[in-house]
């Protein structure tokens, strides 16, 4: 089954405590991009990457990292949480070539409190 | 890039057709435009794409003029199940630029 999954799903932690959040997808895809989503402020791009090794900031990249050495896989790194990073983060996939329709695929989002 | 602007609500009943306009006044030559649907603690969810004029799927109608300022996503014949957040998307998403803004969405409340 074609998916983007996301780990861990919930996560509480206290501010400056270095956390991972993983996201994986299985169909080849090229470009991968993580998501924070607040009330009232829909989805912010934080990091996007258009391939292997190639990553770029979106709108709100700050206090966040990402890397992506291998296709499947785009961590996203927040190396001293604070709370105003308290959010629900979405990973999505989308394939850049061979397509007639360029569809993101998102993750079930992972829901973060820092405290 | 382009930012996009839609109105924050709409109630419908149930059988009717719903239109969803969103504003995207400096959309680029590359710039394609998406749609997707968010039901509550879930990811959104592609519900189609267009570059111009109109694209029809299973699901949804596309409209776009022909300056592309404006799309209007239309639901033809909403049910409860429709009732979730639509997100309008405009951006290069195909080619080089893989920066994204997604508007504030608009939140569907259909009635029975």
């Known amino acids: 089954e074609a998916q983007v999954t996301q780990n861990p799903r919930y996560l509480i932690t206290v501010t400056g405590k270095k956390l991972t959040v993983t996201c994986s997808q299985n169909?080849?895809?090229?470009?991968m991009s993580w998501y924070r989503q607040d009330p009232g402020l829909g989805l912010r791009q934080i990091y996007y990457?258009?391939?292997?090794?190639?990553?770029d900031k979106g709108d709100v990249p700050e206090g966040y990292k990402v890397s992506r050495k291998e296709k499947r896989n785009f961590p996203l790194i927040l190396e001293s949480p604070s709370p105003n990073q308290t959010s629900l983060y979405f990973c999505?996939?989308?394939?850049?070539?061979?397509?007639?329709?360029?569809?993101?695929?998102f993750g079930p989002g992972t829901r973060l409190t820092v405290t | 890039l382009a930012k996009t602007t839609q109105p924050i609500s709409m109630d419908s009943y149930e059988g009717q057709e719903v239109n969803i306009t969103c504003s995207h006044n400096?959309?680029?030559?590359?710039?394609?435009i998406t749609w997707y649907q968010q039901f509550p603690s879930q990811g959104p969810r592609f519900i189609i794409q267009?570059?111009?004029t109109k694209v029809t799927n299973e699901v949804a109608s596309l409209f776009i003029p022909a300056d592309r300022k404006s799309s209007t996503l239309s639901l033809p014949r909403v049910s409860l199940s429709d009732t979730a957040v639509y997100y309008c998307?405009?951006?290069?998403?195909?080619?080089?630029?893989?920066?994204?803004?997604f508007g504030k969405g608009t939140k569907l409340s259909v009635k029975p």
């Open positions: 999505a996939s989308s394939s850049l070539s061979g397509v007639e329709e360029y569809e993101q695929y």
């Open positions: 169909m080849n895809h090229e470009y």
């Open positions: 990457s258009m391939n292997v090794e190639v990553t």
């Open positions: 400096n959309i680029a030559t590359n710039d394609y």
């Open positions: 267009g570059y111009k």
């Open positions: 998307l405009v951006g290069d998403v195909g080619g080089s630029q893989g920066n994204l803004i």
